[in-house]
C-alpha cells in the first residue's frame, strides 16, 4: 500500500451524516486513488477509518468529498486540524507523508516524509523522520532520525539517529554501543546498549589453513566489540570444523575462543593464554562439520575485563597436529553460533 496526505481546517462543524469537500492532495487526481481502499481520518486526536465505517470517501473530478458516517458518529467539530490519508492505486514519487497511520504493510517505491507512527512493515525509503513506533519490520532506509520504538527487524539503513527501542522476538534490540560483525558473521544484538547479550551466527568458508602431517594453530576474527571498557560475563559456543581434506576430517582439533587469533606450531590453545582466554579450548569430535558446544565464564570463572586499550576482539581458534594429507587443499570452514552476554562501560 501507499498514500498521500491531505492537511485542512475545517470551516464549519460536520455532524454525524454530514460532507466536507477538499482539494487533492498535491501532485495527485481522481484516477490516483483506490475508491474501496484503506482510507483514514485523524480528526481530534482520533484515527478513523473507511474500512470500519467510520466515514466514507467519494473521489471527484476536483475535489475529494468526505461523509461523517452513521448515526453514532461524533460531530467533527469546527477548526479542527483533519489529516485525510488516501490509499494511492500505486506508489508516487515526491509525494509528502506528513503523518502515517498504516494497518496493514507498506511498500513505497518512492520517498516519503515521514513523521507518523506506522502499522506494519516500513519497506519503503523515508527522506526525513520517523517519529512514531513502527510496529514491524523497517527495512526501507531512513534518511533522518527514527526516535519511535521498532517491534521487528531493523535491516534498512538509519542515516542519523536510532534512538527508539528495538524489539526483535520479544527481545529489545541493542541500537548503541554495539561492536561489528566479520565477514561470513552475523550479529543480533540484544539489550539496552549497556548490558548486552550478542548472537552471532557463523558460516564462513575458507577461514582456516590446516597443516599436513603437523601442528598448527589459525582462527577466525568474529566480532570487534565497540571501543571503551568491556566486561565479559559469560559466552557459549556451538562451532563446528569442516576440513576439505578427507584425511583430515578425522582429527579431533582443540576448539575454543580468544581475544587474539592463535597462530604458530602448536597443537593445542593451552599455551598462550589468549588464545582461549574467553572459552577454554575444548576437543572437537572431528573436522567434519560436528559442532563442539561449550558454555562457560570466561577463563578463571570471573568476568572477562577489556579495558580501552586492550585488544576488543573475539577470535574462534583451533589447534591441532593433523594428519597426513595427500591432497592439495589445507583449507577448512567454520559453522556455527557464539553468543556473548557482556557489558558496556563507557569509553
Known sequence: MSYAVNEFRLSSAVAASGTVEIPYPTGTAQADFKASGAHFLTVSGAVLSSADSEFSVSFGGSTITLTNDGSGQPTWPKDAVIRGQFDLVAAQDGVEFESIYVTDDMEVDGTILADGGVTGDLTGDVTGNVTGDVTGDLTGAVTGDVSGDVTGDVTGNVTGDLTGQVTHDDEP??????????????????????HNRTTLTVSQVDALTLADNDAIADGYLLYTFPAGKIVIHSASMSMAVSAASA???????????????????????????????????????????????????????APFVMESADAHTLHFNVADTWADDTGADLTADISGTVIIEWSFLGA
Not at 534490540?173 to 549497556?194: R, Y
Not at 579431533?252 to 580468544?258: A, I, K, R, Y
Not at 572437537?284 to 578463571?300: F, Y
Open 247 to 301: 584425511e583430515l576430517q578425522a582429527d579431533t582439533p582443540d576448539v575454543g575462543l580468544g581475544t587474539v587469533i592463535a597462530e604458530g606450531a602448536v597443537a593445542t590453545l593451552d599455551g598462550t593464554g589468549t588464545f582461549e582466554d574467553i572459552v577454554t579450548g575444548q576437543t572437537a569430535a572431528d573436522a567434519n562439520g560436528t559442532e563442539t558446544l561449550k558454555t562457560a565464564t570466561p577463563t578463571g570463572g
Open 173 to 194: 534490540l541493542s541500537t548503541v554501543n554495539n561492536g561489528t560483525a566479520n565477514t561470513g558473521v552475523t550479529a543480533v544484538e540484544e539489550g539496552n546498549g549497556v
